[in-house]
């Protein structure tokens, strides 16, 4: 998606001793939002009354499709009129206006597009007449009545580092969005499990005597913690003797998204075939709750599975409990399950394979995925986590929420619903360049995924996230669509 004419007028930073331009804080940009009667009420009263006071004058105010003569035109009246950021004309989406007084241009203002919904304030300005009348400001009222009914939501007002502009633009804030425009030189370290090295464990065979008890709670009496959880299904695959004239059926939440993970490819192509339907030689179903959103025709096919003697496997590797839309857990139907807990608790490793119990001398033999040490020490933080699990997935809900708002007020569309009692092991959202917003996430310390093949991103939402971090992730994204983020002193870099 080509958001504006502009963007080719600015590139990235590069770090010079000869120029500082900081950036790298985390900021507040501001919006108005076209609704004349939401926005009216809560832009300050100076800016009302300079609207009022600019109506009382005879200026006339044209939308015009921003051609070269119109570009021209507005650099008459533009503070530099040699400003290189400027195109020579408009693109369809763009949006001009310009402001007359007994026929002479007084003012002007450009908005092209930042994100699917939303307009930025380019340029606005006028000339000495213009800006003793307020024309600026009516400029910009204007704007907001004129776009009523059509796509565009918001206009982003901007944001800046001097506090002059910035007190400006505040004026006209209604709703607000954090953003950061440059990597800081200490970057956070923002993972997609909540695991941080305070959560490290060293082993002291100690584990709580009513470990077993706890994790039986949650897991049921027959179960096996191995390292991973690819090793979960390397071993119910072997266990349920896939051979390679056999093939696995591969079901997933997102039924039109045809990439399967390696986690679990790599596993069944080792054993047998993986298909996406269930054929004559299927000797085994792995249905993906992806993200921890539920794959909401279970009940059917573990129906079409009992009808053929097929072995179902659910594949709860980023979450624990959440449900289905009639209540059902995730995990309890399949003759087995396999849960992630890095990508579910703050622990450093371990799977648990819920359905199958294998025997310490069982796995030496004949899995070789014994880790003794490594188990202890998962035991005892199941024991310190499991009873916290609750809040946990509350917490996950919010934060998958809040990026939510900030992502979907802005145009752009998630994939996947939180249902009642889901609890997201990531949120997934479609954008623009995603490849670049991928490696730009990476510069600033925050750990990604890409989903192909729908040009979407996975973000962090798990319970160790504090709002800030949120506000952070939000805001690297949003600073590579402002198109302010790379303008310099003196012009063009």
């Known amino acids: 998606m080509k958001l504006s004419s502009f963007t080719a007028s600015f590139h990235e930073y590069e770090y010079s001793l000869e120029y500082y331009h900081g950036k790298d804080v985390l900021h507040e940009g501001s919006l108005l939002k076209i609704d004349p009667s939401y926005s009216w009420e809560r832009i300050n009263r100076k800016i009302r009354n300079k609207i009022r006071q600019a109506q009382k004058q005879d200026i006339g105010i044209r939308r015009v499709t921003g051609t070269a003569k119109d570009i021209a035109n507005f650099r008459t009246i ?78 982003d007002v901007g944001v ?18 954090p953003i950061i425009f440059s990597p800081p030189f200490i970057r956070p370290d923002i993972r997609l499990t909540p695991f941080t090295g305070r959560d490290i464990v060293r082993f002291n065979n100690d584990t709580p005597k009513q470990a077993d008890e706890i994790i039986a709670q949650y897991f049921g009496d027959t179960y096996t913690i191995l390292p991973r959880a690819i090793s979960c299904l390397q071993v119910v695959l072997k266990y349920l003797g896939i051979g390679k004239s056999d093939s696995v059926a591969v079901y997933k939440t997102f039924a039109g998204n045809e990439y399967i993970s390696g986690c679990v490819r790599t596993p069944i192509k080792q054993h047998g075939t993986m298909v996406r339907e269930i054929d004559d030689s299927t000797k085994a179903v792995v249905v993906i709750h992806e993200f921890g959103i539920p794959y909401e025709n279970l009940r059917e096919l573990k129906k079409r599975c009992e009808e053929k003697n097929i072995p179902l496997i659910e594949d709860c590797a980023w979450s624990y409990g959440s449900e289905l839309a009639d209540g059902t857990r995730i995990g309890s139907v399949g003759d087995y399950a396999i849960y992630s807990l890095p990508k579910i608790l703050p622990v450093q490793y ?35 986590h499991l009873p916290r699990l609750e809040s946990y997935n509350l917490q996950r809900r919010k934060n998958w929420q809040t990026l939510s708002e900030w992502f979907v007020r802005d145009g752009f569309t998630e994939i996947g619903t939180l249902g009642k009692k889901v609890y997201p092991g990531a949120y997934i959202v479609k954008v623009p360049e995603y490849e670049d917003i991928f490696s730009r996430y990476e510069m600033f310390g925050v750990e990604t995924g890409r989903y192909y093949p729908d040009e979407a991103l996975f973000l962090p939402v798990h319970q160790s996230l504090a709002q800030n971090e949120l506000a952070y992730m939000y805001g690297v994204f949003r600073g590579k669509l402002n198109l302010c983020s790379n303008y310099q002193r003196g012009g063009k870099k």
Do not use: C
């Open 350 to 384: 371990g799977s648990v394979l819920v359905g199958l119990q294998v025997s310490d001398e069982d796995n030496w033999q004949n899995y070789q995925l014994l880790d003794f040490y490594k188990r202890e020490i998962v035991q005892k933080a199941l024991v310190e």
């Open 160 to 177: 800046s580092f001097r506090p002059t502009l910035y007190n400006f633009f505040k004026n006209w804030k209604v709703d607000s969005y």
């Open 78 to 155: 533009w503070f530099d009129p040699d400003d290189e950021t400027l195109p020579v004309q408009l693109s369809d989406d763009e949006v001009m206006y310009l402001a007359y007084a007994n026929g002479e241009l007084i003012g002007g203002l450009i908005l092209t597009p930042s994100t699917p919904n939303t307009l930025y304030m380019h340029n606005l300005g006028g000339n000495e007449f213009a800006k003793r009348h307020n024309v600026p400001a009516l400029l910009l009222w204007h704007a907001v009545e004129d776009l009523v009914g059509t796509r565009w939501q918001y206009i």
